[in-house]
């Protein structure tokens, strides 16, 4: 009986099946699981904004291959390896793929409900089996699919703008490592001088007390110098030594040796005035371009609540077969009535979130502009410094010195000139290191800043990374990503 029953619905489904079927096909307009198209557009928004190629649809080395760990490293190989290996900007990559899957979710429909019913009498004299057979499609997503898609298109937009932003963090991160390995390789360099400049002064100082021209006193005074440049040097030593095993996590291989050195860093981007670099972080900052996707993907939820005031509508068809025989088919119609959840709280709710992205994304923009202005004064500040050390301070230092040690020979002046004209260029030579490494450092925080790349319209290019007044460098256009609004995919 069961078999019959069912045989017998063949013939309402046929009046139903071919309005379901259509509905189906114009529900499955986006139908691609596949995130390499989204993974591909972060990875070139990151190419055009650092020059930094990531291959985020390849595996990542499970162990070195692209560098043997003993050879120099350069900015660029580390950028390259950093951007493949790095786990943690790997597992944020896997956000795009979950956020792809969501924006096909939206645009289908709700599978159809089929539902039998199978009803035996307690007296089999005064009655039979009663068999019932029901299909129903809800077609309460139908209308809300436009909005549902629109959403979930503007979360993955938001998605990859942030894993975007994410990526280029992890370049200025890198950049930022890598400068200050370089520095501190410079700093060990000077202090390897300062201790040959010293000893040669202790042995000076030795042969004038054996040829009765100085004291014990002056010896003492300049090993106390090395002493102290000795244990300055270990310091140095001790921090480099911590900046190279936190590139090595940076390039996904913690564990690996730290006995390599890193080769100078790239060539500056010109540097920019400040209306540039105020233009620039409202065109370019990828995290504020997120913040706008998301509040256009809450503006989307407030459009789909308020269009749910309807719960449910389904449409189906329903075939009885009663206990005397008797066979019926007819359509089935489900709508819930909204009488005690008009959806208002929802709807409520919704527009609350809505305003609340809004305002993120105002302060977003704020946050933009200001850390912008703030990393451009850093920048103009250490730049500023640079020159007035390297012109004043050090020159200066190096022309004492040389007129301490002539005036020594003459017997114009005491070993004590000599040793403090001797500190002084000690010192001047180690603080014009420290003020070039934060100037640099200051340059790489200024391009995340303002989006990741820097252009020059307004005026001169300036390396801080060069020593003197010429520069190179080209600037990195802007993407047209970080502009473009939720769902325009360039």
């Known amino acids: 009986m069961l078999f019959q029953a069912r045989s017998q619905t063949v013939r309402p489904l046929r009046v139903v099946a071919p309005a379901v079927l259509t509905v189906l096909s114009i529900s499955g307009g986006c139908t691609s699981l596949d995130p390499k198209g989204d993974i591909d557009r972060a990875a070139s928004t990151v190419a055009e904004r650092s020059g930094a190629t990531a291959a985020w649809t390849e595996p990542w080395e499970s162990s070195l291959t692209m560098w043997d760990g003993r050879s120099p490293l350069t900015v660029d190989l580390a950028l390259a390896m950093a951007l493949r290996n790095n786990r943690e900007i790997r597992s944020q990559v896997e956000q795009i793929a979950a956020s792809r899957a969501d924006l096909v979710q939206a645009g289908l429909l709700p599978n159809p409900v089929v539902g039998l019913t199978l009803r035996f009498p ?23 699919r436009d909005g549902k898609i629109e959403a979930a298109d503007a979360r993955l937009n938001q ?8 990526a280029l963090r992890l370049v200025a991160e890198v950049r930022t490592t890598h400068a200050r390995i370089d520095f501190g390789q410079r700093a060990i360099s000077l202090a390897d001088e300062n201790l040959t400049t010293i000893q040669q002064s202790i042995d000076s100082l030795d042969a004038r007390v054996r040829g009765g021209e100085g004291t014990p006193f002056d010896v003492n ?17 001790r921090d480099l030594a911590k900046e190279r095993r936190r590139m090595l996590e940076l390039l996904g291989f913690a564990g690996e040796g730290a006995e390599w050195t890193a080769v100078a860093g790239r060539a500056g981007a010109p540097v920019i005035d400040e209306a540039t670099a105020l233009t620039l972080a409202s065109s370019q900052r990828l995290d504020v371009a997120a913040a706008r996707a998301i509040a256009e993907a809450h503006r989307a939820d407030l459009s789909v609540e308020e269009q749910s005031r309807v719960k449910d509508f389904g449409l189906g068809a329903d075939f009885e077969r009663a206990a005397d025989g008797a066979k019926s088919v007819g359509p089935v119609l489900e709508v819930a009535v909204p009488i005690f959840d008009t959806n208002q709280a929802q709807i409520a709710k919704a527009g609350s979130l809505a305003r609340a992205a809004l305002a993120n994304f105002e302060a977003a923009s704020q946050r933009a502009v200001r850390e912008a202005r703030v990393a451009w004064v850093e920048l103009d500040s250490a730049l500023r410094l640079v020159d007035q050390y390297r012109s004043t301070v050090l020159t200066l230092s190096e022309r004492n010195l040389a007129l301490a040690e002539a005036a020594l020979k003459a017997g114009q002046a005491d070993v004590t000139v ?56 080209a600037a990195t256009p802007p993407s047209s990503l970080g502009e473009a609004p939720s769902g325009e995919h360039p």
Do not use: C, M
Not at 159 to 166: A, G, H, M, R
Not at 232 to 237: A, S, Y
């Open 122 to 144: 307690f007296d089999p004299v005064s009655g039979g089996t009663f068999i019932g057979a029901q299909v129903v499609q809800s077609f309460t997503a139908l209308w809300l």
């Open 418 to 473: 000599l040793l403090e004209s001797q500190r002084e260029l000690i010192d001047a030579r180690a603080r014009l290191n420290e003020l070039e490494r934060q100037a640099a450092i200051a340059h790489i925080e200024l391009e995340y800043a303002v989006g990741g790349g820097l252009t020059s319209p307004l005026s001169p290019a300036r390396d801080p990374l060069d020593r003197g007044p010429a520069s190179n460098g």
């Open 221 to 237: 005074r300049a090993k106390q110098q090395q002493a102290k440049a000795q244990a300055e040097r270990t310091i140095v030593i």
């Open 159 to 166: 998605t990859v703008l942030d894993i975007s932003d994410k």
